[in-house]
């Protein structure tokens, strides 16, 4: 079977096609055909080894997140899914893998495609969707009756994060670009701000918490505008000592994100605001749940008109990684 692969960690973002082995599956695995799989900003810190203090990954490397596909094999302690079955997921972190034609993935990951979604709109939920549950629920601790405001939320993350915030009772601002006003207004947000006509943080009463998506530019802003006590979350600013400590990673690993996160975790203290930072992992019973809010609201994620199959994909990672993507840029293998 064909697989888009990297040999080494590198600055260029390029993959190479390679022929491989159809994966055999453990009994707690099945194997999926792969029918469609999702290119994510993070595909670019795979390649170069941004997160290989997180994860430090055996080479070659099969890139690739998220995917949906139908169950070929079923693994001899696999009770839930069956040969034929539509699923989706966002791989483990420690064995991705989503663009080649069959995966061998750890049955707790997966969970069935909801029904009212192709195999196309579907590629782009588990990644987005699973850190915005694991983001509000997990990290965040939210409660009914609080406020997050969600910075440049506007794009696919908000438009999962929105939904799910609203399931837990909690009030949703947005900043972000005019044109998808009406699509995040839609989904739930109880309040949206266009960047470019007014600055959230001369208009925002305090909130409990902010959910980041711009980045270290924003940090400041972000912390001003947040309650004494609240949490500011980021999915971009980078990791800290916490985040270190909440993988279990090893004690020099949490000494050197200790360092790199030491400036933000200084001015969060000073505001009395506590800093966090989100790496996304594999949950299939955390996506069962979001695959129910999201049925439930009826939303179907945007696509990027762009038609990709395997042997584009470094057009597909050129576009993600430099180019303005109108939705989720994906690769189909049907």
Do not use: C
């Not at 692969?5 to 055909?33: F, G, M, R, W």
């Not at 799989?37 to 990954?57: D, H, S």
């Not at 987005?128 to 009914?144: D, F, I, S, V």
């Not at 799910?164 to 006003?181: E, F, H, Q, R």
């Amino acid at each position: 079977m064909k697989a888009a692969q990297i040999n080494k960690y590198t600055k260029e973002i390029h993959a190479q096609i390679k022929e491989i082995p159809i994966p055999e599956i453990s009994d707690t695995q099945v194997l999926i055909k792969v029918k469609t799989a999702a290119v994510n900003p993070l595909e670019m810190l795979n390649i170069t080894g941004a997160v290989k203090l997180i994860q430090e990954y055996q080479m070659p490397l099969t890139l690739g997140n998220e995917l949906t596909g139908v169950v070929e094999k079923v693994g001899k302690g696999v009770e839930d899914f069956k040969v034929g079955d539509a699923v989706y997921a966002r791989l483990p972190i420690d064995h991705i893998g989503a663009f080649t034609e069959y995966v061998a993935i750890d049955a707790q990951a997966i969970y069935f495609l909801p029904k009212y979604l192709d195999f196309v709109t579907g590629a782009a939920v588990p990644l987005t969707g699973l850190t915005a549950y694991q983001a509000l629920h997990e990290k965040l601790n939210a409660q009914p009756g609080q406020t997050v405001f969600i910075s440049g939320g506007s794009g696919s993350f908000g438009q999962l994060a929105i939904p799910i915030a609203k399931s837990m009772g909690l009030t949703v601002i947005v900043s972000g670009n005019a044109t998808a006003k009406e699509r995040t207004l839609a989904v739930g947000a109880d309040r949206f701000i266009d960047y470019k006509t007014e600055n959230y943080w001369e208009v925002i009463e305090p909130v409990d918490f902010v959910i980041d998506t711009l980045g270290a530019s924003e940090f400041e802003r972000e912390l001003s505008i947040i309650k004494p006590g609240g949490r500011l979350l980021s999915l971009r600013t980078g990791p800290n000592k916490d985040f270190a400590v909440s993988q279990g990673l090893p004690k020099w690993k949490q000494f050197l994100f200790g360092l790199a996160g030491s400036k933000y975790d200084k001015k969060a203290k000073e505001k009395n605001v506590e800093y966090q930072f989100i790496f996304v992992r594999a949950d299939g019973k955390q996506l069962e749940q979001v695959s129910k809010i999201i049925e439930k609201n009826n939303i179907v994620p945007a696509i990027d008109p762009s038609e990709f199959r395997l042997e584009d994909i470094n057009q597909a990672l050129e576009l993600v990684a430099k180019g303005h993507p109108q939705g989720k840029v994906v690769i189909k293998f049907d």
